[in-house]
């Protein structure tokens, strides 16, 4: 097992505590650098931990459980438009990065207006792709009432959040339901604003937890942050590509940030203990920008195909 942790320090001496971490058996999820300050976001063993902690120390640097880090969260706005975007959204986003989640941020085409918001399978598809969901919807009741068959039908477990206080029953397939976060036309702040962010924060690592516990029951073939190595040692592509976090980690597999067409093949000939990547994963098309979705078969898969 593999704790999940944050490091903040210097870029002085940051290659002892990567090289630590590699020399453990652990994993790199995500580097930042902004001007001289680094931000991991790593995963070790468990017995190892209080040996990141002392070289956190004698860096100088801080170091955080995170949760939320191999996990990708779709943060999901009715839509992108200037005139209904909540604002909490972005301070959503902002404030989920901060506990190592990697988040997008997803605006249907038709979600505003009560009478004439929709949601596409396209759209549903690409929300499906996420560990977790949530929907930031806007200040009045009737209308997150209303807006309910946005997310009724979706297979991955969704939070919503608005301003009004409300019982999550009273919203049909909501899993949780987070009040203090309407549409305001500033930033979120203050203190009841960060009040109602952390209690975001606690809901979302609770679900986390409850699916990371659902899933050990029938756990994934290999861990997703194996995969996530396994890809970035063997195909040299992936030092081209620009975008933040080119493998991206899910709990139950990775996104690569190459297009479909052109790697496929070579993804899917990613070898891990002496076998292909597509024997022991599947291997897709992802509705973002054509990248390839590995969704990794959990140990049942085994039983099946024995069968």
Known sequence: MYETLTFNGGVHKSEEIKELIEDLGGFILQESIQQMELVLNIAVPLEDVDKI?????????????????????????????????????????????????????????????????GITEEERSLIEEHDIAVFALGSFENCIKEKAFLYDNIDIPVIVTGSPYLDVAD?????????GLGRIPRRLRRGPDIRALDNLVETIEKILNDKKREMALDAPLVPSIVVKNAIENQVKEIKDVISPAPVTSQLDGVRVKLNYDSYVDVIANVVIDGKKLSELAEIKRSFMYDYILVKINSESSLIEDSN
């Open 171 to 179: 919203l049909p397939g909501a899993d949780a339901y987070v009040g």
């Open 53 to 117: 902690e002392s070289k956190s120390k004698e860096l100088l640097g801080k170091l955080s459980v995170a949760p939320m880090a191999g996990s990708e969260i779709a943060i999901v706005s009715p839509t992108l438009a200037r005139h209904h975007l909540p604002h909490a959204a972005c301070d959503i986003s902002e404030y989920l990065r901060e506990y190592g989640a990697k988040d997008n941020m997803i605006g249907l085409a038709r979600g505003d207006g009560k009478g004439t918001s």
